[in-house]
């Protein structure tokens, strides 16, 4: 591990600690960050930092498991939502953490807005997350009786058209 860990006082290697220990790897970079930024640390190295810790306490971490994507599972939360579900949307994201990951949507209709249904990282042991998200997706647009809007399947593209944009195209 680098020497930024020992720079941290014993209170922030704490919560740091904490927050890995829960998969919570978002807040323990910043945490890192902060502390530290004023003594020329950057971003990446505050990641690698965290990610030194996950080594460190790998046996330990309760990992968050992935959101499912069986049918059963999204259409409850399909149906938890506050409107009536026009489509079904898969659409890519990134982070400095996860790299590019995509989000299953539902787009709704009365009221107009979206639910967030699932997020698809990239896994080892799974598919890569535009094929889960494209079978899951689809799969519950088929349940729904509802379209599938996958922009860019083939393509990390977080600014490619959304479904609202092509089914309702503007005069």
């Given at each position: 591990m680098?020497?930024?860990?020992?720079?941290l006082?014993?209170?922030?290697?704490r919560?740091?600690?904490?927050?890995v220990?829960?998969?919570?790897?978002?807040?323990?970079?910043?945490?890192?960050?902060?502390?530290?930024?004023?003594l020329?640390?950057?971003?990446?190295?505050?990641e690698?930092?965290?990610?030194a810790?996950?080594?460190?306490?790998?046996d330990?971490?309760?990992?968050?498991?992935p959101?499912?994507?069986?049918?059963?599972?999204?259409a409850?939360?399909?149906?938890?939502?506050?409107?009536r579900?026009a489509?079904?949307?898969?659409?890519?994201?990134?982070?400095?953490?996860h790299d590019?990951?995509v989000?299953?949507?539902?787009?709704?209709?009365?009221?107009d807005?979206e639910?967030?249904l699932a997020?698809?990282?990239?896994?080892?042991?799974?598919?890569?997350?535009?094929?889960?998200?494209?079978?899951?997706?689809?799969?519950?647009?088929?349940?729904?009786?509802?379209?599938?809007h996958?922009?860019?399947?083939?393509?990390?593209d977080?600014?490619?058209?959304?479904?609202?944009?092509?089914?309702?195209?503007t005069?």
């Amino acid at each position: 591990m680098s020497g930024w860990w020992a720079c941290l006082e014993e209170r922030t290697r704490r919560e740091v600690d904490a927050d890995v220990l829960r998969d919570r790897r978002v807040p323990a970079i910043r945490s890192v960050w902060n502390a530290l930024r004023p003594l020329g640390l950057g971003l990446a190295e505050a990641e690698r930092v965290v990610q030194a810790r996950y080594e460190a306490l790998a046996d330990q971490v309760r990992r968050t498991p992935p959101d499912p994507l069986d049918v059963p599972s999204l259409a409850a939360r399909a149906a938890a939502l506050p409107g009536r579900v026009a489509a079904i949307e898969a659409l890519w994201d990134g982070d400095t953490v996860h790299d590019w990951f995509v989000l299953l949507l539902a787009v709704l209709e009365d009221p107009d807005g979206e639910g967030h249904l699932a997020t698809v990282y990239h896994r080892r042991d799974a598919s890569p997350p535009r094929t889960a998200a494209a079978e899951a997706g689809r799969a519950l647009a088929d349940h729904l009786g509802v379209p599938f809007h996958f922009p860019s399947p083939n393509v990390p593209d977080d600014r490619a058209p959304r479904w609202r944009a092509v089914a309702r195209p503007t005069d």
